[in-house]
């Protein structure tokens, strides 16, 4: 249901296709990805944020989501450390979360990077698309992660994300631009969803019922976009500094995350 809901494709990308033959070749993606979690909370390295061409300012799609997994590995006991640019930090500051700017990759037991840009096969990076981001990416933490054998979590959307090399073949074959964008950076497990957000806090919904508590009590949508927006964030489809994500507007972001929420509440009555 939680993984259904997720990938629910309200910005017509083409996610849906992908997510159909995926979910056939990984009907456990979500569980597995809550295991590895919850199995590895103790430091965490969070890797965010999205340059979106021309500008390359970071979107509005990745930082709540970001939040959300900290808070709940807060909850959890753990610590989280988020790696991202200076404007995201700007947006996130206000919650109170912890920032890393030269993270030693070898100190953490997991590494996630939520909507965060991954290097396609000429070794460039790229927007749904196909405009070349021209910024530093940080899927760097990823691999080094998979080099040294730190356990990893990728969420994107759209193909062109740290994580999505798992699903290579499938970005090629259903999204457009597939071929070019698709990123070749593989993590451990991969959440698949139409929103990167959406995609985290399946995670965080999927988690708090196989620990058999809710981890993300008070989850407020709407506040937190429009804090991140009016701080400097920007919708990733229409590039303006609005409080929107991917060109949906909140009311729906907002809603998915009451079904969520819903669905977490009916498991752990």
Known sequence: MIAHLINTDVGNRGVLRVYLDYRRENPNFLHNSAKLFLDNYERVLIVTGFPIPPEMRAETDGPPGTLALAKAVETLGGTAEVLTYPEVKTALEPFGIRFTDGPEIGDYSLVIAVETP???????????????????????????????????????????????????????????HGEKIASTVETDELILSAVSNWGAYGLVAQASIEFGRELLPGWDEKTIVRIISKLGLIDGVSKTQTPTVDGISLDIHDRIVELLNAVVNEALR
């Open 118 to 176: 991954g290097r396609a096969a000429d070794g460039r990076y790229y927007s749904m698309s196909a405009m070349e981001i021209t910024r530093e990416a940080f899927d760097w933490a990823v691999l080094r992660a998979r080099d040294i054998g730190v356990p990893t979590i990728g969420i994107g959307d759209g193909g062109n994300e740290a994580g999505m090399g798992n699903i290579r073949a499938l970005v090629s074959r259903y999204m457009p």
